[in-house]
C-alpha cells in the first residue's frame, strides 16, 4: 500500500486481526472498519454482538477512521447497529457500503462502470464515496490495447483492465473536489466460488494471487 501511495484502505468484509489495525496505525493508512454484515442477514443478538466487540477492541486504534454496519445487506440491521456504534464513539463517523440505511452518517457506492454495470467506465458517476470499483484482469490473457473488450468471469485481459484503472482514476482526479473516497476493489486477487465457476478466482486485484504486480498496479503507482 505504501509503494503504490494509496492512504486508505478498506477492510473487507468482517472484522480482522489486531495486526492488520496495528500495520496501519504504524504506516498512517487510514482505515474502514467492517463489521461483517453483508448480503441480507436478518437482525439477531449475534449482530449487535459483534459490533459491540468491535468498536470495543478497536476503539484506540487511531488508524480507524469510520465504522460500518453493512455492506450490500439488509437495511433493518444496518439501522438497528447505527446506534450500538454511536453509543460506544461518538467521535467516528458510521458508513453504509451501496445500501439503503436512514440513520447512517454516509452512504458509500459499489459501482462497476466498464465492467458489471451499463456504460464504459468513462461513465463513473465521480462523487461522494466510491467504497468499490474495479475491474478484472488475468495476467495471462493478452490483447491490444486498440481492440480491448471484456467478458466478466471468462475473457478478461490485462490491458483491458488497464485502461478501466486509467478512466477510472482521471475521472477521480479530474472531479476530486466532489470526491470524498476512493477505493479500488480489490488489492489482490482472491478465491471466491461466485466468480469463474466452479474455481473462483476474482480477479480485480493490483497484484495476483501469488502476489505478483500486474501493470495496472505500476499504473496506479504512477499516478499517487
Given amino acids: 500500500m505504501q509503494d503504490l501511495g494509496f492512504n486508505f484502505i478498506r477492510l473487507p468484509h468482517y472484522p480482522h486481526q489486531k495486526l492488520e489495525y496495528d500495520l496501519c496505525d504504524q504506516l498512517g493508512l487510514c482505515c474502514w472498519a467492517e463489521n461483517g454484515h453483508s448480503n441480507n442477514e ?6 449487535d454482538y459483534i459490533t459491540t ?15 460500518s454496519v453493512g455492506n450490500e445487506a439488509s437495511a433493518p440491521t444496518a439501522e438497528a447497529l447505527v446506534p450500538v456504534v ?12 451501496n445500501m439503503a440505511c436512514r ?19 468513462w461513465t463513473l458517476d465521480a462523487q ?14 493478452h490483447c491490444d490495447y486498440a481492440a480491448a473488450k471484456k467478458t466478466v468471469d471468462s475473457y478478461e485481459p490485462e490491458e483491458y483492465q488497464q485502461l478501466v484503472a486509467e478512466a477510472l482514476f ?9 470526491m470524498g473516497m ?6 489482490r486477487d ?30 496506479y503507482r504512477s499516478f499517487l
Fill in 190 to 219: 482472491f478465491n471466491d466460488v461466485k466468480y469463474k465457476k466452479p474455481v473462483g478466482w476474482n480477479t480485480k486485484g493490483l497484484l495476483t494471487y501469488a502476489n505478483d504486480k500486474k501493470d495496472v498496479y505500476y499504473l
Fill in 42 to 47: 436478518a437482525h439477531t443478538p449475534t449482530a
Fill in 53 to 67: 466487540e468491535m468498536v470495543k477492541q478497536n476503539f484506540n486504534h487511531p488508524s480507524i477512521v469510520l465504522w
Fill in 128 to 141: 461522494g464515496y466510491i467504497s468499490e470499483t474495479g475491474a478484472g484482469g488475468v495476467v495471462t490473457t
Fill in 103 to 121: 440513520n447512517a452518517d454516509f452512504h458509500a457506492a459499489n459501482t462497476y462502470p466498464g465492467w458489471y454495470t451499463k456504460g464504459d467506465a
Fill in 170 to 178: 482521471e475521472q477521480t482526479l479530474d472531479n476530486n473536489d466532489r
Fill in 182 to 187: 476512493f477505493a479500488w476493489w480489490t488489492l
Fill in 86 to 97: 454511536h453509543g460506544l464513539d461518538h467521535t467516528r463517523p458510521v458508513f453504509v457500503a
